[in-house]
């Protein structure tokens, strides 16, 4: 029994010398390393680039829904008809980001794994009042 151990001490330990001296000496073993490392770096890149193109698309959406809601307030007391108008176009406008926003948050969620940005809120009010 004892030396039925010792053979697959010797035999793990050699596989992993040989293994260890193909992926660091020879060209083939440095290959399927550099492309393994490769294939891992790629994944975290497109993730990367996924991420930051999904908190810039959100980032523009609460811009423009910022600018549109100031429009309003600005503009919703009025006495011009035309500004009045204006104001209502802005919270429309607003209103259709702040829908398009939460769709948006909700769809790309998985991007952020329960670890939102602090400048980035869940959702944006889609109730504009004075």
């Known amino acids: 029994m004892m030396k039925a151990v010792k053979v697959i001490g010797i035999i793990v330990a050699a596989v992993l010398v040989v293994t260890i001296f193909f992926f660091t000496v020879t060209p083939a073993g440095r290959t ?5 490392t490769h294939s891992l770096q790629k994944a975290d890149e497109v993730s990367y680039e ?21 429009i309003y307030h600005t503009y919703c007391n009025s006495k011009d008809e035309n500004k009045k108008e204006y104001a209502e176009a802005a919270r429309m406008r607003a209103i259709s980001t702040a829908n398009s926003y939460n769709e948006y948050i909700r769809k790309n969620s998985y991007v952020w ?18």
């Open 32 to 36: 399927v390393w550099n492309n393994y």
């Open 50 to 70: 996924t991420r930051k193109h999904v908190e810039d698309t959100v980032r523009s959406y609460i811009a423009n829904y910022n600018a549109d809601v100031d």
């Open 113 to 130: 794994k329960d670890n939102l940005p602090n400048d980035i809120p869940y959702s944006l009010e889609t109730e504009i009042n004075n």
